[in-house]
């Protein structure tokens, strides 16, 4: 993997859903990923920072993992409710190279 | 307010034109980044500005420029304006040059050349 990349790109989830979506990026040269939560008209707002491999963050019912040897990380969302509503973005090493993101809507 | 400021929100020109966009890091960031984002597209990276110096560049065109000034502020000049140019422009700026401490998002420049 040259870029980063994301998947899904869209996820559409009824609320209390659990989710998870995937940042994938260069294994080699790795110095942090960077998970941002985007919501429309807004601008992005940092999440976790991560730079080892085996690292777990969370931040409520939001928790990230990180694997830099086989360059992918996750993100998990426990009992989504509708105002996680937003494209989840990852960035990777110091250029910020972001993926294309995940849209994710929660259904009422 | 996230303490990255970016003026002005929203800019309207015409073709061929140049503007300037310019973005007030938040206090204590010595780094600033910029980024463009056109419709439908994800956040595209341009440029990196550390302590007044190019650290990294993008997909900057050659008809963008910026820089960083002694006071921190980048500006980010636009020219030759096209209409593919209309977009949202973030500025971010974090601490040091390597990010590990999350980087800040100004609220953008809507940039609409007609």
């Known amino acids: ?108 | 307010d996230s303490g990255v400021t970016q003026t002005p929100k929203h800019l309207i020109t015409a073709t061929g034109q140049r503007v300037t966009l310019r973005c007030s890091p938040r206090s204590g960031d010595l780094s600033v980044y910029w980024y463009q984002q056109s419709l439908d597209q994800g956040l595209q990276f341009l440029i990196q500005y550390y302590n007044g110096e190019e650290r990294a560049k993008g997909n900057i065109l050659e008809r963008f420029s910026a820089q960083q000034f002694p006071d921190l502020h980048s500006e980010l000049n636009l020219s030759s304006l096209e209409l593919g140019d209309s977009a949202l422009y973030f500025c971010a700026s974090t601490e040091i040059s390597t990010g590990n401490y999350g980087y800040t998002f100004g609220s953008g420049t809507r940039l609409t050349v007609v």
């Open chain 1, 1 to 108: 993997i040259l870029n980063v990349e994301q998947s899904p790109q869209s996820l559409h989830v009824q609320e209390g859903d659990s989710t998870n979506f995937t940042c994938s990026f260069p294994s080699s040269n790795f110095y942090a990923l960077h998970w941002y939560r985007w919501e429309t008209a807004k601008s992005p707002e940092a999440l976790f920072v991560m730079t080892l491999n085996g690292d777990e963050k969370k931040k409520g019912r939001i928790s990230a993992t990180l694997n830099t040897k086989e360059g992918y990380s996750y993100l998990y969302i426990k009992g989504s409710q509708p105002e996680d509503s937003a494209t989840y973005l990852c960035a990777f090493n110091n250029d910020m190279r972001f993926g294309a993101g995940t849209r994710l809507t929660v259904k009422p």
